[in-house]
């Protein structure tokens, strides 16, 4: 046994028990660190080390399990190969589905994915995204929470690749890429109105996002368009990551107590349609016959639940490898011509039973 060999040499695991490192490696073949460093980096023949060696080493760093620390590589070539995903929540509906496309997408370009999730919370995006630094991630896809305005600058006047999705802040000029929420909106409402319904209500979410804002600027404007005023008592804002039960019991006491009663209601996500739901169900309300009802954004449930709602679905596909395009183009790795870097799309409109 070589000098440099240790009892651990035939089982491949580090001195100390943990990762195995290049310095590992180099004990295991009885070479020099630097040596290993050339071979595994394809610079062997640059540097004249002998064929046999290569070879040694590169069987012995493979049955050792030897994987390269993902931020020494970085360091080394400008390079992670991983971009930073931060969402509002990981467990959306809508966010799953980007992020599994967004993943796919990435991966036909060499590139991994990192995932996070800011739940709407800007202390927590600026920690995420100190993190994804830290991880020196080649670019990073954000739907961003408020108050996440400087965060993101930094990272812009740092000449980082920046794509945001889902919303964006007026005052930053970045990427983006998002649904046309305003129109999204109008469509719908124009429906309602198509269909003699003259009462609509509006429930959304209390939280400072443009998307949001954009969809209730919609309905405010497509009623006073149409010569329907505009009633404070037919809005309802349920506050941010507010209990279910209590959103539930919001939404319910909503519907049943305004007078006269609506005859439509338009919900603006698709998690608070799903409240919406269950705050029919708990009044005993039919659709249409009882309300009419409708949603910004699709959901398994929406295609399930009888009759049937409907909804304006988002283009996540789309969304997703524009996002990505957007991002590639700006680390050079498509020639794909992109004229605009702030994307609006537009979204799908499917009428089922509930209107």
Same mark, same amino acid.
């Given at each position: 046994?070589?000098? !440099?060999?240790?009892?651990?040499?035939?089982?491949?695991?580090?001195?100390?028990?943990?990762?195995?490192?290049?310095?590992?490696?180099?004990? @295991?073949?009885?070479?020099?660190?630097?040596?290993?460093?050339?071979? #595994?980096?394809?610079?062997?023949? &640059?540097?004249?080390?002998?064929?046999?060696?290569?070879? %040694? $080493? !590169? &069987?012995?760093?493979?049955?050792?399990?030897?994987?390269?620390?993902?931020?020494?590589?970085?360091?080394?070539?400008?390079?992670?190969?991983?971009?930073?995903?931060?969402?509002?929540?990981?467990?959306?509906?809508?966010?799953?589905? #980007?992020?599994?496309?967004?993943? &796919?997408?990435?991966?036909?370009?060499?590139?991994?994915?990192?995932?996070?999730?800011?739940?709407?919370?800007?202390? %927590?995006?600026?920690?995420?995204?100190?993190?994804?630094?830290?991880?020196?991630?080649?670019?990073? @896809?954000?739907?961003?929470?408020?108050? +996440?305005? !400087?965060?993101?600058?930094?990272?812009?006047? %740092?000449?980082?690749? $920046?794509?945001? +999705?889902?919303?964006? *802040?007026?005052?930053?000029?970045?990427? *983006? $890429?998002?649904?046309? =929420?305003?129109?999204?909106? !109008?469509?719908?409402?124009?429906?309602?109105?198509?269909?003699?319904?003259?009462?609509?209500?509006?429930?959304?979410?209390?939280?400072?996002?443009?998307?949001?804002?954009?969809?209730?600027?919609?309905?405010?404007?497509?009623?006073?368009?149409?010569? +329907?005023?505009?009633?404070?008592?037919?809005? @309802?804002?349920?506050?941010?990551?507010?209990?279910?039960?209590?959103?539930?019991?919001?939404?319910?006491? *909503?519907?049943?107590?305004?007078?006269?009663?609506?005859?439509?209601?338009?919900?603006?996500? =698709?998690?608070?349609?799903?409240?919406?739901? &269950?705050? @029919?169900?708990q009044l005993n309300w039919q659709l249409p016959k009882d309300i009419a009802m409708m949603c910004f954004d699709d959901h398994d449930i929406f295609r399930l639940y009888q009759p049937g709602i409907t909804v304006m679905e988002q283009p996540v596909e789309e969304i997703a490898k524009t996002a990505i395009q957007l991002l590639m183009k700006q680390l050079g790795k498509t020639d794909i011509r992109i004229r605009k870097t702030q994307v609006r799309l537009a979204g799908k409109f499917i009428q089922r039973g509930s209107l």
């Amino acid at each position: 046994m070589s000098k !440099k060999s240790s009892p651990n040499s035939s089982t491949g695991r580090a001195e100390n028990g943990g990762r195995v490192s290049l310095k590992d490696v180099a004990r @295991l073949a009885g070479v020099a660190p630097s040596t290993v460093s050339f071979i #595994l980096n394809g610079k062997a023949q &640059e540097m004249r080390i002998r064929e046999e060696v290569a070879i %040694k $080493v !590169k &069987e012995v760093a493979r049955k050792a399990g030897y994987t390269p620390h993902q931020v020494a590589v970085s360091l080394r070539t400008g390079q992670s190969r991983i971009l930073g995903l931060v969402v509002e929540s990981i467990s959306g509906s809508f966010f799953a589905a #980007l992020a599994r496309v967004i993943e &796919e997408e990435a991966s036909r370009y060499g590139y991994r994915v990192v995932y996070t999730s800011t739940e709407n919370d800007a202390a %927590k995006g600026r920690a995420m995204i100190h993190m994804l630094s830290h991880w020196h991630v080649d670019g990073y @896809l954000i739907t961003p929470a408020p108050g +996440m305005e !400087k965060d993101i600058q930094e990272l812009l006047d %740092k000449k980082r690749p $920046v794509v945001l +999705m889902d919303g964006f *802040f007026p005052s930053i000029k970045a990427p *983006f $890429v998002l649904v046309d =929420n305003y129109a999204g909106v !109008k469509t719908g409402v124009q429906q309602f109105i198509k269909k003699g319904y003259q009462r609509i209500g509006y429930v959304t979410a209390d939280v400072d996002l443009i998307q949001l804002d954009e969809r209730m600027n919609a309905y405010r404007d497509t009623l006073e368009a149409n010569n +329907m005023p505009v009633q404070k008592k037919r809005i @309802l804002k349920i506050p941010y990551n507010h209990p279910r039960a209590d959103a539930i019991r919001l939404i319910a006491e *909503f519907l049943q107590n305004i007078s006269p009663r609506l005859d439509a209601v338009y919900f603006s996500t =698709n998690y608070l349609g799903l409240l919406g739901l &269950e705050s @029919l169900r708990q009044l005993n309300w039919q659709l249409p016959k009882d309300i009419a009802m409708m949603c910004f954004d699709d959901h398994d449930i929406f295609r399930l639940y009888q009759p049937g709602i409907t909804v304006m679905e988002q283009p996540v596909e789309e969304i997703a490898k524009t996002a990505i395009q957007l991002l590639m183009k700006q680390l050079g790795k498509t020639d794909i011509r992109i004229r605009k870097t702030q994307v609006r799309l537009a979204g799908k409109f499917i009428q089922r039973g509930s209107l």
